[in-house]
């Protein structure tokens, strides 16, 4: 069964920098990986996605600020969040659609438990 393991959440003070990872267990093929992130009362929001080609995608919001990246034969994914808002505030989540199996007939979604993202004034 796929984990994603996520770290690196906390709490900080607006303007400081944050860095979230992400690490995959086992799996056969990587159709794509990302960040979403989700406050209460309100929908879960991608904010950052890298492709299997490399194509990476950031939130309107983050441009600028968030940078995503790979390592690890792209079993670990980080987001490097700089220039913090208190917007930016919620459970971030990582995300990948990826085949466990290489029998497997298509990619399916998998998500980690969550890390909080606190940022004050």
């Known amino acids: 069964q796929v984990q994603l393991v996520e770290s690196g959440g906390g709490s900080v003070q607006a303007g400081g920098s944050l860095k979230l990872s992400c690490v995959a267990s086992?799996?056969?093929?990587?159709?794509?990986m990302g960040w979403y992130r989700q406050v209460p009362g309100k929908t879960r929001e991608l904010v950052s996605s890298?492709?299997?080609?490399?194509?990476?995608h950031y939130h309107d919001s983050v441009k600028g600020r968030f940078t995503l990246s790979q390592d690890n034969g792209k079993k670990t994914l980080y987001l490097q969040m700089n220039s913090l808002k208190n917007g930016d505030t919620a459970v971030y989540y990582c995300?990948?659609?990826?085949?466990?199996?290489?029998?497997?007939?298509?990619?399916?979604?998998?998500w980690g438990q969550g890390t909080q993202v606190t940022v004050s004034s």
């Open positions: 890298i492709s299997n080609d490399g194509t990476t």
């Open positions: 995300w990948a659609d990826l085949r466990f199996r290489h029998s497997d007939y298509r990619c399916q979604n998998y």
């Open positions: 086992e799996f056969a093929y990587l159709c794509g």
